[in-house]
């Protein structure tokens, strides 16, 4: 579904992505794990358009996207959780969902979709009204995901979601990113928790300073004694 | 005499609100001081005098006017902001840039159509005027404060109550965010430096028919009194810039009829001053002073 061939990414002059190679197939989870300032974000800004790529091509379904501006990607499917999550503070927890919404045309499918989200995060209900600035860190990524789901993605884009977040809400955000996987959406997860991502992902792939220097089977990755070192505490 | 200078005062303030809500609305939603601003004041005004030379009425003038003012907004925007927009350049960037345009547009301005004070065709508006509890008001004053108010609803309605205002407030917010979601925001910049524009431009006309002197220059006198109000107001504050705009049409009336005429500007900067000193989020401070 997504093929990323040799994409560099510099600001200014210095790279910060250096010609990566990824690609994703229809319903695999795959991750991208990555110490701090590895390139992992500028991966997925890209990706979604708000920054353009020195070199390289990024195939969405087929056709070439790099360049393309962001609202265009995202009108074909690929929805972006960003990092820091980026929820509309000022706006109440409904607001945020309607334009999560945008792309979708048709009052009906908007209400559906929402009474979906709803059902898979109840605690957003009973804070429809409420500003999302007003909610906790891991409400406010609910929401943010709650909002990418509003705009029925092929693909989601999904920055460190468990950044900053206590114990238990990281266990929650992941066993949602396992629902989204049974329900068959396909997802490019970056973290730093690379255990749990690497728990929950088919293909895993390592970035080192805005390169991949091993890329496998989850399962085969994790196992990997230079992983196990240096990111999963061994 | 006190409830006749109000009323004017009032009049007055109104005008001034309205030309400010479209700055602060720029400033709001797209972040760039942007002081060719007062440009399209000027041109607003312009065009309805020129509409009205050639014979149309008021109630045609001034919309084609204000849309006229619109579209110069956006082609002037475009060309000087959105590069800057697109490399994330800071705040001083954009004032540094629209400062040397804006002294470009009006020294263009001035070179080609004079620096002469031009005035409207006289039976524009009707003479007459309505008394009422000892005030007098005049049919042309009627009309600036109905278009005005008409004029604030509808940007009020645009941006608190329709999902297209949703989407600007949330551009104004996290511009990428909003992109993230499918939003077009080039194309909304757009679009708020239409409505910005068209509001400046309706305010020239109206404060042409006021005065009834138009002339190149009038944007930047009017530029000054749009920072006072905008930053007394709140930078980014729609009902911040309508208060304090008619605050500052209601001192300078009162100035000009209880102190000296000559002092008025003097006293609307002796506010800014004064407010940035002790509220430097505005008069009406809310700590986040970018609400659209
Ligand atoms: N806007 C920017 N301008 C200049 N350099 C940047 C910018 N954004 C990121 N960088 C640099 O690019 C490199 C990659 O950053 P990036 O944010 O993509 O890393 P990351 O893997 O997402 O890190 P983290 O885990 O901390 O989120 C870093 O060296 C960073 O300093
Ligand atoms: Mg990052």
Avoid at chain 1, 174 to 180: K, V, Y
Avoid at chain 2, 70 to 91: I, K, N, P, S
Wanted: charged share 15%.
């Amino acid at each position: 579904m997504l093929q990323v061939i040799g994409l560099t990414v510099a600001y200014g002059r210095t790279e910060a992505v250096r010609g990566i190679d990824l690609s994703v197939a229809q319903g695999q989870v795959v991750t991208l794990i990555g110490a701090n300032g590895a390139g992992k974000t500028t991966i997925l800004r890209t990706l979604s358009g708000l920054i353009r790529p020195r070199a390289g091509r990024i195939v969405l379904d087929g056709q070439d996207i790099a360049g393309m501006r962001p609202h265009r990607i995202a009108a074909r499917g690929m929805v972006q959780v960003p990092e820091g999550r980026q929820i509309f503070a000022s706006l109440t927890v409904a607001e945020n969902l309607v334009l999560g919404g945008w792309t979708q045309r048709g009052a009906a499918e908007t209400q559906r979709r929402r009474d979906s989200v709803l059902g898979r995060f109840p605690r957003l209900r009973e804070r429809l009204t409420q500003n999302a600035g007003a909610l906790s860190g891991g409400e406010q990524q609910m929401l943010a995901i709650g909002r990418a789901l509003m705009a029925t993605p092929r693909l989601l884009l999904l920055d460190e979601p468990s950044m900053g977040l206590a114990p238990l809400f990281i266990e929650e955000i992941f066993a949602i990113i396992a629902e989204l996987k049974a329900d068959g959406v396909t997802i490019l997860l970056v973290e730093q928790n690379a255990s749990a991502a690497l728990e929950v992902a088919d293909i895993a792939h390592v970035l080192e300073v805005g390169r991949v220097t091993l890329s496998g089977p989850a399962a085969r990755v994790a196992a990997d004694p230079a992983v196990v070192a240096a990111y999963l505490g061994g | 005499m006190l409830a006749q200078q109000l009323a004017n005062g009032v009049l007055l303030g109104a005008t001034y609100a309205l030309f400010a809500l479209g700055f602060t609305l720029m400033f709001g939603v797209l972040r760039v001081i942007n002081l060719v601003y007062g440009f399209y004041f000027t041109a607003g005004a312009f065009f309805s005098l020129w509409l009205a030379q050639a014979g149309w009425p008021l109630i045609a003038a001034l919309p084609a006017a204000a849309v006229g003012a619109g579209v110069v907004a956006v082609a002037l925007d475009w060309l000087l902001l959105t590069r800057l927009r697109r490399a994330h350049a800071d705040e001083l960037a954009s004032l540094m840039v629209t400062l040397g345009a804006v002294l470009a547009l009006y020294a263009a301005a001035t070179a080609w159509l004079g620096p002469d004070i031009r005035r409207l065709p006289p039976d524009l508006v009707g003479g007459g005027a309505v008394d009422a509890i000892g005030v007098r008001v005049t049919f042309a004053q009627l009309l600036i404060l109905a278009a005005c108010g008409a004029l604030v609803g509808l940007l009020v309605l645009l941006v608190r109550g329709t999902t297209l205002g949703l989407a600007i407030r949330a551009m104004a917010e996290k511009p990428d965010a909003a992109a993230l979601m499918g939003i077009d925001t080039a194309r909304l910049a757009a679009l708020v430096s239409f409505i910005s524009g068209s509001l400046a431009g309706a305010g020239g006309v109206l404060i042409g028919l006021n005065f009834n002197a138009i002339h190149p220059y009038m944007g930047e006198q009017m530029m000054l009194r749009g920072f006072v109000v905008v930053i007394v107001g709140g930078l980014g504050d729609i009902f911040g810039a309508l208060l304090a705009g008619l605050l500052l049409g209601v001192v300078e009336v009162l100035t000009a009829g209880y102190l000296a005429s000559g002092l008025k500007e003097a006293v609307g900067f002796a506010i800014l001053v004064l407010v940035l000193w002790t509220r430097p989020a505005g008069l009406f401070g809310r700590a986040d002073a970018r609400r659209a």
